[in-house]
Each structure stands twice: as C-alpha cells, then as structure tokens.
C-alpha cells in the first residue's frame, strides 16, 4: 500500500495521515517534493541547512518504478531532520536523496538545482515504525507553514526538546561499571557550522557526549584526568559554550559543548576544574603575558592564547581566531626580515594602512548618523576564513553558501593579490588565521581536484599563487613563521594586541585609532535575551554570526611591550634560521622596567662582583644583615631590632648597647620580622604572622613602649619567611611546609595561596614592581610567582639547595648550602656566573643597598663579606 505525503499542502498530509492511522501494517510512503539538487559526497551534517536540527535514522528502502527491477529497490538510512527528509543508499555510487537536495557521485561540487514535481518513495524496514516517521514528519511540517521564522524555529526548538526530554543518556557506554555518575544534561556538540543534539552524562572518571542520532559516533567519551584546559565559551553571544582541551595544542580541542542554560554549563565547569592540577582551570591574560614578556612562550603561542581567552575557538567560524599579517612585502625575490620596511605597520587596524582610503572612509564616518562605524565588514567572518580554507573545507564553503563556490576571480588565488586588495579594497580589512602560521600548507594547495572555475583570463583555479620569496608552501610557511617571531613583531606586536584584544578595541582610544566597526559585532552591543519579537531576534542573530565578531576584550590598559636583545652581527650571516631571528633570552636587560640607571647598569655587571672586604665578627653562624632575615635597624639609626628563638623580639640601643625593650608576643620562635611606617612585621613558627604598631622615636626615648597589635594572618604551618611589597600594601609569607601565601595587609583573608615547594621556604622576595615574587626553598628550586593571579609561572631547579636572595626581577642572585653566590637569568632558566666557596659553608643571608651597588653576604662560616659589581 502506498500513501502519497504532498509536503506543500497542509490538508493532504492530514489525509494522508488518516489513511496511514487507519492502515497499520502500511510501510511505505511518498514524498512529492518541487526541488531537487545535485550535493556532494557521502552523508555528513553538513548537508544540513544552518540551525537545522538531525533527530534520527531508520533503515529504509528507496523505491522507484524506473530503470531494470534489479535498482528499482535501493537499501539505505533514512535521516529525519527538522527542515529535510535524507536517504543516504549503502550503495556509494548512488546519490544522496533529500527534499531539496540530492547529492550525485562522490566528488566535492556545487550543488545541481532540478526544478519540477518529483514524487520518491520509501518503505521502512520496520513496518512499525512508519506511523512515527510520518507523525513526525507532519510536527515538522506544521512549524515550516508558521508565518515567521521566529515561530517556526521555536516550534523546531520545542519538538526537539520535547525528544531529548523522552530519552536519557545510556550508562551501558560506560567504560567502567564502577563509574558513579556525577550529573546529566542535554547538551549540543559544536563543530563547524553545524551543532549535535544529544545527553551528556559525566562520572568520576569520564565525560561522556551521546548524540540523539548517534552520529558520527553513538559516544563520545574523554577521560577528565587526561583534561589539561577548559575554556568558558561565548555561543550565539550567549554564555553557553564549554570548550576541553585533552592536549597542549592551543588550535584543536577535544569537544566543544553548547549547553542550554548557564547553570548547567557552570556546574560541568568547575566538576572539571577539579581534576585539573592545582586547580587552575584558566590561565588569565595577565598570566600569558608575563611568559610572553619573559620569553617562556613565542609570539605564536601567545597569540593563540589570547585568541583561546576571547572566546575564539576552531570549531566557532564565527569567532576563529585572528592573528595579524605581518608581512608588507610579496613581490621580492627575496624576503628581508632585518629591514622594517618589509613589515606591515602594527600599530593600525587593516583598514588605516591606506591613507587616501582611510580618508574615504572618515569622511563617510562623520556624516553617518549614530551608532556610527569606520568600517562595513569585520577583519574576520566565516566567509573570511572560509574564503582561506577552501581548497581543504570545499563542503563548509558549499553549506556556507547555499551550495555555491565564490566567482573563481573572487577565490583565494594568490597571496600577494589578497594583501593589495586588503590595503585598497574599499570593503576587504582581513587578518589571518593561524593556518598561515603553521606546519600544514594544505590550505595552499588543491589536494582534492576541486574545479573552483575558471578566473577572466581563462586559467583555471588550482593551488594558491605564493610571493617570489618562497619556493613552495612550506617554505613560505617556514618565512611566515621566522617573521612572526623576529625582531621586528616582537618589539611592535603589543600594538596589534591592543587594537584587538585590548584598550584600543572600543571607546575615545579605538576612534582615535581608526579601529570602530559595527556595533553589533562587540560583545555587549546587542543584548538579544531582551529583544521579544522572534523574527528581529534571529535577524539579529544571523548577521552577527555571519558579519563576524570582535574579541572579548582582554586588556583596558596599553599593552607593555615585550622585552628582547638587540641582533648583532645578524647582516654578515648568509642564511638566518628560527633561532636567530627569534627573541632569545638577555644576558644585559632586565626584564622589569628599572627606570633608575644606576640600578640597570649595576644588575647588568652582576657577574662581575668583586670582593671588597671580608671580617669574622660573629663567634657563630651570621643569621642576618642590616634588612633582612631575623635582624634589622630602625630608621633613626638609634635602635636596632633581633627575633629570637626564644619566641620574643629585642630592641637594642646603639648608643647605650644594652637593651631598650621587649616584644613578647608569639607562642614560638620569632623566624623573620621586618618594618614599615611605624609597623613591626612579625612571622613566628607559632603559624602566625602579627602587625604591631612600633613608633620608631617612642622606643628612642627610653620609654616603656606599648606594642599594640594591629592584625594577625593566620597559617596552616609554621612561618619561616616574609616580605612586604615595595608599596607597602601586600604581604607574601612562606611557611615549614612549603606554601605561600599573598595577603593584602588591610585584609586578614589570602589573596592567593599555593604550594610552590616541596619543602621548607627560606625567603620570599617581590619584584621591585610588586608583579612577581621569588621564593627560595628546601627543594632546590626558585620558584616565581605571579602576584595578579598566583600562578606559579616559573621554577627553575638548582643543584643545590639555595637559602638566600636577592633580585631586580629578571636577574637574581642567590646564595647556596655550598658556599657558592650563583647569578641567574630567569628567562633562559640558567646560572650566567658563579662564584664558588664564597663562604666556607651555607650563605645563610644577603643584603644589597638600594642602588644595587653594595651587597653584603653572611654565612655559617661566621664571615660577613663585602661585594660590588665591577663596571
């Protein structure tokens, strides 16, 4: 029995219906569909229009009354989607089947439109079955006769809700039947262009994804302890996406989540975030910025960092990430990357490198009414990254464009002809992707045959046309990246980050900048949750996707520039690889910025100490000089001031040698004490660190002082070290056990709190821009911590044990159980200079002046010795 669906008419299908309800063993039926087109190869989503939903598949035959009996009964799936009807035949050579949609032969091709009536029939494997296919094949019918789309799309949204609400997620895919599940939502998986209804389920040991139609996979299944990053994702401009990386490549994550309220995505996020080491979810800007300033990371790894923190992803064509161009010269024969002049101006958006366009483009700014913009397109959209990505993602340009590839003139068909179009077209201000900067030239080449048309002078489209310069793909690759990482874009690429990711994004600076686009492509400019009427809403929504959006804005204040050498003797070299043209680590700058003169020229000759004097003056170990350690002097140089083991603190006059006055105040022995504005800081091994009010001239007077305690920071172990900021408003303590905390002074909570050694800290120590700290420790290591988000960002491990320090925030210089002074380089990690047994045994403290042009060194050899750089 056959019933014929006319999916145009409302009223057949309804009688249709009621003949199939009244025919229960009927399994087969008709669709008459007015269109057909030719599509490309075996079945994936995207055949899918966009926002179109897969539900499910039957196994189905396909039957036709033409051609010899033996084809007229093809064997396939039957897909049900919101907006199709799919049949994909086992038989590989035979076309894929679609309302709308037929796809022929197994090349990638613009699609063939065939206009007329058509009626195809199918027959269900499961007779059963077909009254539930055709019911909901007429729920989907009714929301494409709805008027606006906006009612059609909720109607399409309902239904599939209404799906995943019947169905939960199957615990016999477990890996493990000792698994214990955590929670359970409904979810979709996002790649690109296309999204994956389904359930999500996650244990104690996996994150499990099962999509509604088990497509691709019937799972899909992560092991949360092989999770090295998660990432909140902005979707649709709404807080819903979650992105897990399983690897340390930045580009390509392991699942992207779009999760249908935050509540839950949140949940699932910080469930995660626990099988994280320490508990580090997220490295902030900050963080990434500091490595990058210090060298730890190249200007491609930072680049796709801050793309990662802006909520650029792969999987989001909308939102890829961006990365500049940097080059200005393709037409050379040879490309020189010592001349600036072969560089592309950092400091401007594409779309001021032309002057004369750039006044076009003004002009028409200030006679536009508001909200006002510079520039008509984005620098970067899916059709922007597609337009790279063509030769090597031809399905996702068709799907993109309505099964059409662009004008063969309009293709990506040389480097050196888009660069000019990107400097004179008066609508084209596009960056880069990543790919440009990578390994893979595959996007350059036509790998797959693909005919792209012809271009007006007759030849065809094939492999991209490169610069003279380079001699093949990867060889222009290879000069892509040398120039990413050289001299030049290193010391100028603070610019371009500010113009995209930072203060110059928005506001007075970005139109001072020349850098304002459409208002709907920043984050916040539209706020679609309040917009009610459904139809305006999904306008909105589809041209910010398809317009392109702008980062999230990561930085409000000028980016600082990143520190690097100065090239010598760089032109005399006949060839120039990575290394040389890459930043590498200073031996003679400081990687703070000291603006005092003194200070850089005296830590630059820090390899070059001399000793001055040395004196036996102690009949034991020195514990402490002048500043630091367990002794220090007050500022009239009247008094000076010890911690004892005997859990007091001693005021002794210097005129009179004899004690003045007594703290008691700690449960154990007094371990560091320092002084600030008439505040004593006390750390003890009672696991306390205690503020009191000390008044430098009350305890010159000879009167009985009244040490009035002012704050008290408790700890989980005893407190073996501290320091204050140069500020004087935060606080870092080191404890037995080896963590340490960051207090602010007026607030008795942790800042932040970590465990940075393995065993006791011997000093702690900020940077003389209170950004880092540097501590010492038990474990051999020195380790530097970043103060804005305490983040361990460096450990550099010693042979020996080092038990004191000083540094100006690139250069330290430490003394060793051995008796040696060693002098560091942070950045590269490695000893520069040592001076060995300049103690007998343990140097046990430091002090350096504050021109950092006398250092005093103390140890258990009971020598205090005299040292000063040679300039």
Known sequence: MYCVINIQLICKVLNILCSIISCPAATRFSLNICQLFMFICRFSLLLLDLEEHYFEQHTAYNLTSRGPVANRRSSGSLKICSKSVIFEPDDAVQPILKIYLIKEENVVAPYKYERGETKVTFQLEAPGKTEDVVQMLLQLHRASCLDKQGDQTAMVAAILQSRLARTCFDKN?????????????????????????????????????????????SVVQIGLHSVKRIYKRRHGLRPLGLEVFCTENDLCSDIYLKFYNTKERDELYYYIATFLENHIVECTAESYMLQWQRGHISNYQYLLHLNNLADRSVNDLSQYPVFPWVISDYSSTELDLLNPASFRDLSKPIGALNTERLERLLERYRDMPEPRFMYGSHYSSPGYVLFYLVRVAPEHMLCLQNGRFDNADRMFNSVGETWKNCLEGGTDFKELIPEFYGSDGSFLKNLLGLNLGRRQGGGRVEKVE?????????????????????????????????????????????????????????????????????????????????????????????????????????????????????????????????TEESKKMAWSNMNKLALQ????????????????????????????????????????????????????????AVSHI????????????????????????????????????????????????????????????????????????????????????????????????????????EDSCLAVTDVQTGMLIATVHAELEQRCLCWDGNTVLS???????????????????????????????????????????????????????EY
Request: aromatic share 8%; glycine share 6%.
């Open 173 to 217: 895919s477990f890996q493990h039947v000792t698994e214990i599940p955590h929670m359970e939502c409904v979810a979709e998986m996002v790649s690109p262009l296309v999204t994956n209804a389904g359930h999500i389920c996650i244990t104690d040991c996996n994150l499990y994804f099962q999509p509604m139609n088990s497509y691709p996979d």
């Open 466 to 594: 490169l610069p003279p310069w380079a001699s093949d793909p990867d060889d222009f690759l290879e000069k892509m990246r040398l120039a990413l990482e050289s001299q030049y874009v290193s010391e100028h690429l603070h610019e371009w980050i500010d113009l995209v990711f930072g203060y110059k994004q928005r506001g007075c600076e970005a139109v001072a900048a020349h850098n304002v686009f459409h208002p709907v492509t920043y984050e916040g400019g539209v706020d679609c949750d309040s917009i009610e009427d459904p139809d305006h809403k999904i306008a909105m929504l589809t041209q910010i996707l398809e317009f392109g959006q702008t980062p999230r804005q990561l930085f409000v204040t000028p980016h600082p520039q990143r520190i690097t050498p100065r090239f010598h003797n760089l032109s005399a070299t006949p060839s120039l690889s990575s290394s040389e043209l890459s930043p590498v680590s200073p031996s003679m700058e400081s990687f703070e910025d000291l």
């Open 613 to 668: 004097s040395c004196h036996k003056i102690h009949k034991e170990a020195v514990t402490g000089i002048a500043a630091l350690s367990s002794c220090l002097m007050l500022p009239d140089d009247k008094i000076v001031v010890c911690s004892s083991w005997d859990n007091n603190v001693y005021f002794y006059s210097i005129a009179y040698g004899r004690r003045q006055d007594t703290l008691m105040g700690h449960d154990d």
């Open 674 to 777: 320092c002084w600030r504005d008439d505040k004593l800081y006390t750390a003890s091994w009672d696991s306390t660190v205690k503020i009191w009010k000390c008044v430098a001239d009350d305890i010159s007077s000879k009167k009985r002082t009244q040490f009035d305690l002012l704050a008290e920071f408790e700890h989980e172990a005893g407190v073996n070290t501290l320091d204050l900021s140069p500020a004087g408003t935060l606080l870092a303590t080191g404890t037995k056990e080896g963590t340490l905390t960051l207090w602010d002074i007026a607030n008795p909570l942790p800042l932040n709190q970590l465990t940075c050694h393995s065993g006791k800290i011997h000093q702690v120590a900020f940077s003389p821009d209170s950004r880092h700290i540097l501590s010492v420790g």
């Open 815 to 869: 003394g060793g159980m051995s008796g040696d002074l060693s002098v560091w380089d942070l950045l590269s990690s490695k000893v520069i200079h040592k001076i060995p047994a300049a103690h007998s045994g343990a140097v046990t403290c430091m002090w350096m002046n504050e021109q950092c042009s006398s250092i005093i060194t103390g140890g258990v050899d009971k020598q205090i010795i005299l040292w000063k750089p």
